[in-house]
């Protein structure tokens, strides 16, 4: 089993829309969980993070958390042309050393 | 804050040398850095955790003796390619804690390795 999983999509919404994106981890003493947009040839960039469980909003991106679930999902409300990228989901393991999801790709349709 | 700064952003080598890829904390001490390595299509791969004045800890199936990482300062890891073989062409990335725990990781920019 893998320590993070995520759908690799493509997604495809089209602009305007919400983009539902989804995570699940393995480790349930996991204390914290954060998403990074990665462009194509570039290096990650965090956009949330999220400690607790509930919903966590930042501008036009909520973060949604169960630990008992052990899921951790990405809303992206009036989803962009520029939110078009790859998200990875981080899980900080017991030695806080950061596990990755491969990664789902996101495209918003103009 | 929390800047990261990597050089080169890109290198191309010939089989057989040397590569040494820098990674800076510009606004804020970082005692740990982390290296990782991150294939076409595929997730980042934690590679080491660079420790500022002791060795640094290597994953498993990472060559010690191939990436050679030096933490002397609690601003600059150096990750080392040594004997560089088109297989290790790939991007790798630093990143670095502003706290210990279960802070955000914060990555510089990355460098493309391209070995020929």
């Known amino acids: 089993q893998k320590e993070v999983e995520q759908n690799s999509g493509p997604l495809s919404v089209p602009e305007g829309a919400i983009a539902s994106l989804n995570c699940t981890y393995s480790d349930r003493g996991s204390q914290s969980f954060f998403w990074y947009r990665q462009y194509s040839g570039k290096s990650p960039e965090l956009i949330m993070f999220i400690y607790s469980n509930g919903d966590k909003e930042d501008g036009r991106f909520t973060a949604q958390l169960n630990k008992a679930s052990q899921y951790v999902s990405l809303l992206i409300r009036d989803s962009q042309p520029s939110d078009s990228a790859t998200y990875l989901c981080?899980?900080?393991?017991?030695?806080?050393?950061?596990?990755f999801g491969a990664g789902t790709t996101v495209t918003v349709r103009a | 804050g929390a800047v990261v700064s990597q050089h080169p952003s890109w290198v191309i080598c010939k089989s057989g040398t040397s590569v040494k890829i820098e990674c800076r904390s510009l606004d804020f001490q970082a005692t740990t850095m982390f290296w990782y390595r991150q294939f076409p299509k595929q997730s980042l791969m934690l590679m080491a955790t660079?420790?500022?004045?002791?060795?640094?800890?290597?994953e498993q199936g990472v060559e010690k003796d191939k990436f050679l990482i030096n933490h002397a300062s609690l601003t600059l890891s150096t990750l080392t390619v040594t004997s560089a073989h088109p297989e290790d062409s790939s991007f790798y990335i630093c990143s670095a804690k502003v706290y210990r725990g279960n802070s955000p990781l914060h990555f510089g920019n990355g460098t493309r390795l391209t070995v020929t």
């Open positions: 981080a899980v900080n393991k017991r030695d806080y050393k950061l596990s």
């Open positions: 660079s420790n500022e004045g002791s060795k640094a800890t290597y």
